[in-house]
Each structure stands twice: as structure tokens, then as C-alpha cells.
């Protein structure tokens, strides 16, 4: 015989012998198995207690969820309702504190009074009252006069050239007034800016 026959022989014989160690092996792995299925098979008895634990645990959870997905719906209902009486509702603050000047334009117009400097001085304290309760909302004035231009508070309309070097980069004058509510930009200050 040649050299790869013989090899080839080998091989065949190596892997029959493998094979059956790995046949008694699992003859063996059965036989344990069935012993010990034999032996640890659960009475009808336990089976029903096992069975009907089951169900109780089953049932508890079941419990648990269909009322943990009631709160979560009735949650979700109380939110909608409450949202939708803040946006119908939200802006009742500001519209308590408008109304006293409101009154006061009212009686500012049925007042005959043909005195000009009277009519401007009731316009100014109505003007100041108005002030007064804004900034008792969070409202406030953005400064200008003689600030530096800052691009957070300020939009630049106009730019005002040959100004000199101590006003490059300042206000000028602002034409129409800034606003922040509660530390928030709600409308920039129109400005015109020095070069």
C-alpha cells in the first residue's frame, strides 16, 4: 500500500473510534436523564398548586396593569384639560392689570376739559400707571441712551457715519423702544448706531 492509503486508513479508523465514544457518551447522557426525569416528575398535586400560583401571579399582574393603564389615561386627561384652561385662559394676569387703565383712558375721554396742559398731564400718569403694571408682569424697558450697541437687545436700522471715536459703536438714538419679559428679549430696540 501506498503512503496515502495508509493515511487515509488511519483517518477512517480514528474517526469511527471517535464516533463511537461519542455514541456511548450520549448513551450514557440518555440513560442519566431518564433517571433523573424519572425521579424529579413533579405529583398531580404539586402541578395544580404550580398551575394555579401561576394563575394568581397572572392575575395580580394583570390587576396591577389594567389600573396603572387607568391612571396613565385619566392623567392624560386632567393634563389636556388643564393645558387647554392655560392657553384659554393664560393671559387673564395681564389682561387684570390692563383693565384699571383702561378705565382711566375712559374717563380721560368722557372729561371735557379743553386745557392741553391738563389733558397731557393725565395722559402721562395714565402712561406711567401703564409702565408700572407692565413691569409688574416681568415686563421691562431695554436701555439705550448711551449704551453700546449689543446685538442681543438692539437691531441696528441705521448706521450714523463721522460721529467721532467716543461714540463708534454706541446708540445714537433709538427709534423704537426695546421690551424683555422676565429677562427675555420679547422685542428688540430699533437704534440708530455711531461708525
Known amino acids: 500500500m501506498t503512503d496515502k492509503k495508509k493515511k487515509i486508513e488511519i483517518e477512517d479508523e480514528e ?5 463511537d465514544s461519542q455514541e456511548e457518551v450520549n448513551n450514557e447522557n440518555a440513560e442519566n436523564s431518564e433517571e433523573t426525569d424519572s425521579s424529579e416528575e413533579p405529583s398531580e398535586d404539586e402541578e395544580k398548586e404550580n398551575s394555579e400560583e401561576v394563575k394568581d401571579e397572572a392575575e ?20 389636556l384639560k388643564e393645558k387647554t384652561e392655560l392657553i384659554l385662559n393664560g ?3 395681564t389682561i387684570k392689570a390692563v383693565l384699571p387703565i383702561l378705565d382711566d383712558f375712559e374717563r380721560a375721554i368722557a372729561d371735557k376739559t379743553e386745557d392741553a396742559n391738563a389733558i397731557k398731564e393725565g395722559f402721562e ?4 400707571k401703564f409702565l408700572k403694571s407692565l413691569e409688574g408682569l416681568g415686563v421691562s424697558k ?13 437691531e441696528a436700522i441705521a448706521m450714523v457715519p463721522n460721529m467721532g471715536d467716543d461714540k463708534k459703536g454706541k446708540i445714537i438714538d433709538c427709534v423704537q423702544t426695546g421690551y424683555t419679559l422676565n429677562e427675555k428679549v420679547i422685542r428688540h430696540a430699533k437704534v440708530a448706531v455711531g461708525q
Open 60 to 79: 395580580e399582574w394583570k390587576d396591577k396593569y389594567i389600573r396603572l393603564f387607568a391612571e396613565f389615561e385619566n392623567y392624560k386627561k386632567r393634563t
Open 15 to 19: 474517526i469511527e473510534t471517535a464516533v
Open 125 to 128: 400718569l395714565i402712561y406711567k
Open 142 to 154: 431695554i436701555e439705550t441712551e448711551d449704551q453700546d450697541f449689543n446685538v442681543d437687545f438692539h
Open 91 to 93: 393671559g387673564e394676569k
